[in-house]
């Protein structure tokens, strides 16, 4: 036979009779089942709510470290007040105190991922341990005075120890959100790290997708929109999630950039509210926009490895530079010439063997091919040309390629075709070449493969690329895609 009289007994010790004691066991009731509820009543579904709840909800990490001093505190006088019994009663102040600060951090926490629109599964595991490191403390002060009076006297202990093993884990999963999960093995030794089972990539793969356009949203994106924290409820950490979109559905439209809601983010000015990444951090390259966007244009696909009218030629290796001749002897004739003409050549450097920038800012709209055969004479002396925007034509790569120590050439919007374009191919040194804003047409772009040294080409808004025939979204089209959002959102 089970003896009854036991638990009831128990029950009987834990929970004194009188009424008031009751009334704050029900009331505690009440109040768990309202924490357990609120995940589920107020889901974190990565949609964006009211500023004044981000704005206090951004208090959450600075709040935090006051409960959980107060906590570290709590077993330190509850031991040292064996000794000294002033102590003990501090501890249950510093536990009150605790569980007070407890709650309002939690509710901090709260606001900042459901007016942010956060969520994750760390993000979630992380809102768990704060329920339950709110529950247990307040079960703690409700079992503390039957441990005080030695009625029940090891729920106390035990449900402190819970709480602090909960603590520890609340905060590590808190860490993990604020500093990135690599936060703590980024900088670890080499042999360290190989014994992490997760290290390393494993998305290897030639797609252009995977070779260039995850890696920059890994680099500026996924510490917001990742597995562990998804801002908006977007996840760019694979192209499943990518694709999947966020709060308001998809943000790649494949074939469509304007109608692409992460184009139009990156693409807005960075003081813009909803300017990606968000929170002042460094916006995305021009040549990175350039890629998503032809990416998107060309069907947003995750096998096609190579997109028309774009070349990244970050793969070649770097040519040694190779130092120019002597010019000193030409520096009266070159100060005579710019004398003349708006273009000047600068020196790179005290050092002649630097070389000379072809600078023609003065002059742009002026300056033409005639003007750039006159320079032919320090042609091997000239680095960098800034041609871009002058009105030279296909006619000036004769004269270009005589200047064989080039490294950079600007070329943008110029009213270049690439006809003559392979008489390049002689400048080893030249590893820039800018032709977006141009006429280039694709026949011509194939001749840039035999310009060995090239790393950086630009072929943005040209012919070259399908892509130009819708430049980045403007003002105007960044609208349409918000009032469309809106239209969607609208109950
Ligand atoms: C510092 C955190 C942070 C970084 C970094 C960040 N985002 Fe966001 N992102 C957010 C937040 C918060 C939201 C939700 C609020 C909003 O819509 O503006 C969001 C929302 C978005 C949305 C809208 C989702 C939807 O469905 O409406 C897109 C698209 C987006 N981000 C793209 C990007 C891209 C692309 C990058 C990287 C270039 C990036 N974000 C980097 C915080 C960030």
Redesign the pocket.
């Known amino acids: 036979m089970i003896d009854a009289k036991k638990p009831v007994g128990f029950a009987g010790r834990l929970l004194p009779q009188g009424r008031r004691t009751r009334r704050t066991w029900l009331a505690a009731l009440v109040f768990i089942s309202a924490l357990v509820a609120l995940p589920f009543l107020f889901r974190l579904d990565g949609k ?1 709510r009211a500023d004044w709840q981000q704005f206090l909800g951004r208090f959450h990490p600075l709040a935090v470290h006051l409960p959980i001093g107060l906590l570290v505190l709590l077993p330190v006088l509850e031991i040292a007040g064996r000794r000294r019994a002033s102590l003990r009663e501090a501890a249950h102040f510093v536990l009150g105190l605790a569980f007070v600060c407890c709650l309002g951090s939690l509710a901090l926490g709260y606001l900042l991922a459901f007016g ?3 969520t994750g599964v760390v993000v979630m595991r992380h809102m768990w341990g704060g329920i339950v490191l709110t529950i247990g403390l307040m079960l703690c002060l409700l079992a503390r005075p039957s441990w005080f009076s030695g009625r029940v006297p090891w729920l106390y202990p035990s449900l402190l120890c819970g709480v602090l093993l909960a603590l520890i884990w609340t905060a590590d999963q808190g860490g993990s959100l604020t500093h990135g999960a690599n936060y703590l093995t980024q900088y670890m030794p080499v042999p360290l790290k190989r014994l992490l089972p997760y290290a390393g990539s494993t998305k290897a793969n030639d797609s252009f997708y995977a070779k260039h356009i995850d890696p ?2 890994d680099a ?2 996924v ?3 990742g597995e562990s924290k998804s ?4 996840r ?1 950490d694979s192209y499943a999630e990518l694709m999947k ?5 998809p ?1 790649v439209v494949a074939g469509q950039p304007d109608k692409s ?2 184009l139009f ?2 693409t807005l000015p960075s003081d813009h509210k ?1 300017f ?4 002042g ?1 460094p916006p ?1 390259q021009p040549e990175e926009i350039a890629w998503i966007k032809a990416w998107i244009q060309q069907g947003a696909s995750p096998t096609l490895a190579k997109l028309d009218g774009i070349v990244i030629r970050d793969e070649t290796p770097e040519v040694p530079l190779e130092p120019v001749g002597d010019y000193s002897a030409l520096m009266d004739e070159i100060r005579r010439m710019q004398k003349g003409q708006g273009a000047k050549l600068l020196q790179v450097s005290s050092k002649p063997s630097d070389g000379l920038i072809l600078n023609t800012i003065d002059a742009a709209a002026n300056f033409n091919d005639a003007d750039l055969a006159r320079l032919s004479r320090f042609a091997p002396y000239i680095v960098e040309a800034e041609l871009g925007q002058t009105a030279v034509t296909d006619a000036s790569f004769n004269t270009l390629a005589l200047f064989t120590h080039l490294r950079a050439l600007h070329l943008e919007g110029t009213a270049i075709t690439g006809d003559g374009l392979q008489k390049l191919s002689s400048l080893s040194q030249l590893t820039y070449l800018n032709l977006s804003n141009t006429r280039v047409t694709k026949a011509a772009a194939v001749h840039l493969d035999s310009l060995r040294a090239l790393r950086h080409v630009y072929l943005y808004n040209t012919p070259a690329q399908p892509v130009a025939a819708q430049p980045i979204p403007t003002a105007q089209t960044a609208q349409t895609v918000t009032a469309q959002r809106i239209a969607r959102n609208a109950p």
């Open positions: 964006t942010s629109g956060t920059i949203f500026n994106c510490a917001c929109h801002n908006g409820g977007l760019l979109g966020g709060k308001d559905g943000v809601v992460l983010r990156v909803q990606m990444p968000a929170e951090k995305l």
